[in-house]
């Protein structure tokens, strides 16, 4: 019986998904169907505001999951607390870290997107990285465990 109520619990997420993948599979198709040559291409619209949809609907599920799991328990709220602190922390850092040296391109930009997509990069590195070493060391606890 609890089975049956938690596959009924996680079917609407799973529905949910499935339309993101659709969504998600037809642009990616749509996009390459139309061959843009520049990023200015009108066709690359559509797509970007999807990833755009996407990131944030992504944080927003990344942030609110764990906040409803904190108020359930004090140790919970207090690992979102230093969580939180922690991603400031590292973006705040990345922000003063890149250099923002500008760059010839075709559209007005200011230093200050220079700096943004500097900062941006510096922390995709660092999730990257963080990745690799979380995966080499689950491999490692995980052959040390057998």
Known sequence: MKEA???RETRPWKILELILFVVSLVLFGIVFAANPQTTDAPSLNPFLYWIY???VLAICVTLLFPLFAAFKNKKKLLRLILLIVAIVVI????????PGNAIDV????TPRDFKIADAVLFVTYLAVGGAIVALIWSA??????K
Not at 91 to 98: N, T
Not at 106 to 109: G, K, L, S
Not at 140 to 145: C, D, E, L, P, Y
């Open 91 to 98: 973006v705040g850092g990345a922000f003063l870290l890149a």
């Open 53 to 55: 949809a996407l990131v």
């Open 5 to 7: 109520n938690e596959k």
């Open 106 to 109: 075709n559209t007005p930009t």
């Open 140 to 145: 490692i606890r995980n052959a040390v465990k």
